[in-house]
């Protein structure tokens, strides 16, 4: 490998030459992208663990995704599923889902007995409850 640069070390270095010229014209030599960008995609991470039973794998993943969750608030909770290795197409939902009266969807864990909660401290509960 010749040099170890980032791919766009020539535009840097056109930028960073002429830096005086792009402030005094006000604007950049790069142009923007002319394609408009792709839209986000929906993709799955699969997390593997042990577990004497499925109760108890339900459990550990719902832990999971609630913790993963706290850390990236981009991770779709609702979008999570449990299946064993060997089984991907038995996927089942770990959370309820279920559509509230403002849009929001519902994050206890799927089969929860009354309300339905939406996310957050003090969020709208709808449904039959208790």
Do not use: K
């Not at 766009?8 to 992208?33: C, D, F, K, N």
């Not at 960008?37 to 004497?52: D, E, I, S, Y």
């Amino acid at each position: 490998m010749r040099d170890n640069r980032p791919p766009y070390w020539r535009q840097r270095q056109a930028m960073e030459a002429l830096g005086a010229a792009r402030e005094v014209a006000g604007t950049s030599l790069i142009a923007s992208p002319r394609r408009s960008a792709r839209p986000g995609r929906f993709f799955t991470v699969h997390l593997g663990f042990t577990a004497p039973d499925l109760a108890s794998a339900r459990e550990f993943a719902v832990g999971y995704a609630e913790a993963l969750s706290v850390l990236r608030s981009e991770l779709a909770l609702g979008a999570s599923a449990l299946s064993p290795a060997e089984a991907w197409q038995q996927a089942e939902r770990l959370f309820c889902g279920a559509s509230g009266p403002d849009g929001e969807r519902c994050v206890d864990v799927a089969g929860h007995p009354g309300f339905h909660h939406a996310p957050g401290p003090g969020g709208l509960g709808w449904g039959d409850g208790d």
